[in-house]
């Protein structure tokens, strides 16, 4: 199920946030994870089990990390456990496919390719249950006694399927008591709102434009439509993901929550090192803590420190999909953080316009590469970018998708904010744009199609 | 409790909305027909175990929510309020022209299918060389009154690729009806609102096949009454579902004849009256699409009667009356209806033959085969 639909909006959601306001406190984690697991189970029945499997695992072997931890060799011993499954079924399941095509490649064997679907989720949930079993192992928290706790935990609805990866200190207080604070709620809906119209009025209608640049045919669109098509992309991306993201904050305050903050405003930053502590903050987050940091950080030395940086990078562009031209997009990225620590970020500091177009630039250049899976293809578009093409084809498109280009690019920087500071918290204005929002929303999910998931490879 | 409430306003609507769309669905009966959309809305799928394991139930339960929303149309039409006012001329797959013309966005076609049914339509001809074949293919509007397009949408070039597919074609003799649509300044010839063409494309195309029989064309006014019927939305409409769009006038003539029959029964004349009371007017035409039509003209045959057959697609409903006008007996197939051609073809023996298909669904249609069937 995804939170941007009719069945969600007025099925899932008012029946769950009924009960869930009715229902004794006691009761409240037992109940979520009932619905949790319904709402995870209406997407997918047979992965059901994976996911159970992953989160028992590290149940019990944070339980034992705890029992045990007296004995360092045990506690390595149920960590690497731990690891071992998650990373095992991740592997299995997301990359197979990928591993065994290389092999192909590599030593010219020809492996059948097997047609692995990937679970639901699986991304975010086994980074989410590895984390809790190595901040067990640290020491950082008491492993979670309560089954039921712990479960909520993991299968908790609004992050489970797209994120934010949230730790389980994040929220540990809030399991075991939470207030439902009126104001809370009510941001919460407001942030929730905000969410769906990102991702149905913005990210839904720019990316019906790269879709059809894509369904056209790289060797056939000119160059301002290439252009036009790359710029649609960053910002369906940026606006299908935020937009999930806030809709998961906004559901979880209306449910006594804090989810850390995922997107924060990141085309507005001015530099790559800037762009990634604003561009999925969780997930860089989570390779910051749990793989740069063991690795040794920036604490062993400089040439350690950029092979450390190299690895995080790498994995976080395999994180993104089972594909060289993520890698690819990863290492981009990586090559420009080395330039910038090296020397670059100092000059980009004394501009406020200039490292704006270097870093946007820079931006739309990766999403090519992430955009575009076949390197042939991406050789094709990115001759459609440099080498001059000309054709009339993209007034078209620029007539039909101006206005929403404008309101996408205004809405990447902090404009909204301002405006809210202006008013100074007027609520007629504050409640009325976020009905008109939500309102306009529900027409567009009624008569949608196109609502694509943008997410659900992860 | 209502204090507390109007403390926190977006929190009560929001819930109240949530809540109250939710009840209001739910005691909403579910709707068969959408007059808006001239389709049939999902219906609640059936609940069992395997269609829950293979997740279908899953997605048509889904359907079957969205398109039993409470109050589906307005929200339709809030939609289409708020892409007008951002510019958007397309929606659906269908692009919104100049003075409220309505087009096809056809930006590829399917030559696999087009160059299959093409072939079809060559094997036919081969195969009975003693009849005189003519094949038609009817551009769609857009082709006809391209200066109408919005700016720098570039549809495929219908009448090039339609040029291309008569010249490949020699076992058949072609009737190109592009010149007299084009002629006639292609605005009559086409509904705004619907992918077919008018009453008088029709007539025009007529025309020009019965020319080249080598026949005069007869004057429409002196053997036929001449109806109208406003208020017609068609198939593109139902497809923009854009606000403001103006409805077209439908023209049909009451050309005399003695019966016609569909698919041995006989019927109340040319047209189905009652359809210009519904949504689709255009079905009132020849009773919509069926398997096999025929028309016995007015006059009784000397001797014995000229006959033609024509195989056609829902363009043809609006063509086949006036040949009437021409021969004493008009057979009508509509293949998608059909099971084949030959077991008429052995037991009626026809004067000419004329296969007249618009162009989209020739590209797209899986049934011509049946031509050699």
Redesign the interface.
């Known amino acids: 199920m995804v939170f941007s639909?009719?069945?969600f909006?007025?099925?899932f959601?008012?029946?769950t946030?009924?009960l869930y306001y009715i229902a004794p406190v006691r009761w409240r984690n037992a109940l979520l994870l009932l619905l949790s697991l319904v709402f995870y189970t209406?997407?997918?029945?047979?992965f059901l089990p994976i996911m159970l499997c992953s989160a028992l695992i590290d149940y019990f072997m944070g339980l034992c990390i705890q029992r045990y931890r007296h004995s360092r060799a045990l506690c390595r011993l149920f960590l690497g456990t731990s690891l071992a499954v998650n990373l095992g079924l991740l592997g299995f399941f997301k990359y197979a496919g990928f591993f065994v095509e290389n092999v192909n490649n590599l030593l010219g064997w020809s492996i059948k390719s097997p047609n692995i679907l990937l679970p639901l989720g699986i991304s975010f949930y086994t980074f989410q249950t590895m984390a809790y079993t190595i901040d067990v192992y640290r020491d950082s928290f008491p492993a979670e006694r309560s089954f039921v706790d712990y479960c909520t935990f993991v299968t908790l609805f609004p992050q489970l399927i797209a994120g934010p990866i949230v730790k389980y200190s994040d929220i540990n207080r809030e399991l075991r008591e939470r207030r439902l604070d009126?104001?809370a709620?009510?941001r919460g809906?407001?942030t929730f709102?905000m969410g769906l119209g990102s991702k149905v009025l913005i990210a839904n209608n720019i990316g019906a434009l790269w879709s059809e640049v894509e369904?056209?045919g790289f060797a056939n669109i000119s160059t301002p439509l290439a252009w036009m098509g790359i710029l649609a992309f960053a910002l369906q991306i940026f606006f299908d993901f935020s937009g999930y993201s806030l809709m998961a904050i906004g559901l979880g305050r209306m449910l006594g929550f804090t989810f850390p903050q995922n997107f924060n405003y990141p085309y507005i930053s001015r530099s790559v090192t800037e762009f990634w502590r604003r561009w999925h903050m969780t997930l860089s987050g989570w390779f910051r803590e749990y793989v740069y940091i063991p690795l040794g950080g920036n604490r062993k030395g400089r040439g350690r420190q950029y092979l450390n940086l190299f690895v995080v990078w790498a994995l976080t562009g395999l994180w993104h999909g089972a594909s060289w031209n993520f890698v690819l997009w990863g290492l981009f990225f990586f090559f420009f953080l080395c330039v910038e620590k090296l020397f670059l970020l100092r000059w980009l500091e004394r501009s406020r316009v200039l490292s704006r177009i270097y870093l946007l630039f820079l931006v739309t250049m990766g999403w090519v590469l992430f955009a575009i899976t076949d390197f042939g293809e991406l050789g094709i578009f990115l001759g459609r970018l440099f080498r001059y093409h000309p054709g009339?084809?993209?007034?078209?498109?620029?007539?039909?998708?101006?206005?929403?280009f404008v309101a996408a690019a205004a809405l990447s920087t902090p404009l909204l904010e301002w405006a809210a500071g202006k008013l100074r918290g007027n609520?007629v204005i504050?409640?009325a744009f976020?009905?008109v929002v939500?309102?306009?929303s529900?027409?567009?999910?009624?008569?949608?199609?196109y609502n694509p998931f943008l997410y659900f490879r992860f | 409790m209502m204090k507390?409430l109007a403390?926190?306003?977006?929190?009560a609507?929001?819930?109240a909305?949530?809540?109250g769309?939710?009840a209001a669905?739910l005691l909403t009966p579910s709707r068969g027909f959408s007059q808006m959309e001239n389709r049939y809305l999902a219906t609640r799928p059936a609940l069992t175990w395997r269609s829950?394991?293979e997740?279908a139930f899953?997605d048509r339960?889904?359907e079957y929510?969205?398109d039993q929303?409470v109050l589906?149309d307005a929200?339709?039409s809030?939609?289409s309020v708020?892409e007008t006012?951002?510019?958007?001329?397309?929606n659906?797959g269908v692009v919104i022209g100049a003075d409220g013309y309505l087009f096809d966005k056809n930006?590829?076609t399917n030559t696999r299918q087009l160059t299959r049914n093409r072939d079809h339509v060559a094997a036919f001809g081969a195969g009975h060389a003693e009849q005189p074949v003519t094949f038609t293919l009817i551009p769609s509007s857009y082709a006809v009154l391209p200066d109408k397009l919005?700016?720098?949408?570039?549809n495929v070039d219908e009448l090039a690729v339609i040029q291309n597919l008569y010249a490949g074609l020699r076992e058949v003799a072609v009737c190109d009806v592009a010149p007299v649509l084009l002629a006639g300044g292609g605005e009559d010839m086409y509904y705004r609102t619907d992918h077919h063409w008018t009453s008088a494309g029709a007539y025009a195309a007529c025309s020009a096949y019965v020319e080249q029989q080598g026949v005069e064309p007869a004057a429409l006014g002196s053997v036929a009454l001449r109806h109208t019927v406003d208020g017609f939305y068609g198939t593109y409409y139902s497809k923009v579902?854009r606000v403001g769009i103006q409805p077209d006038t439908i023209v049909w003539y009451d050309i005399p004849v003695r019966g016609v029959q569909i698919d041995g029964q006989e019927v109340s004349g040319l047209y189905d009256l009652s359809k210009f009371d519904e949504r689709d007017k255009y079905a009132a035409f020849l009773h919509s699409n069926n398997g096999l039509t025929v028309i016995r003209a007015a006059e009784e045959p000397k001797g014995e009667p000229t006959r033609i057959l024509l195989v056609k697609d829902s363009y043809g409903n609006s063509y086949a009356p006036f040949l009437a006008l021409y021969y004493d007996e008009v057979y009508v197939v509509d293949l998608r209806y059909a099971s084949g051609l030959s077991d008429l073809l052995e037991q009626v023996s026809f004067d000419e033959i004329h296969i007249l298909y618009g162009f989209s669904s020739f590209a797209s249609d899986t049934n011509v085969f049946k031509l050699n069937k």
Not at chain 1, 42 to 46: F, N, Q, S, T, Y
Not at chain 2, 7 to 11: A, E, S
Not at chain 2, 150 to 154: A, D, E, H, R
């Open positions: 639909s009719i069945l909006l007025f099925r959601l008012p029946v946030l009924l209406w997407g997918e029945v047979r009126p104001d709620i009510q809906v407001f709102i369904e056209l009339a084809e993209w007034v078209y498109y620029l007539r039909n998708y101006l206005c929403t609520r504050t409640t976020a009905l939500l309102l306009f529900v027409a567009y999910l009624v008569d949608s199609s | 507390r403390k926190y306003p977006l929190f609507l929001f819930a909305m949530v809540v769309l939710f669905d829950v394991k997740g899953m339960f889904e929510t969205n929303f589906r929200w339709i809030l939609k708020a006012l951002c510019g958007k001329v397309e659906n930006l590829t919005p700016c720098g949408l570039q579902k």
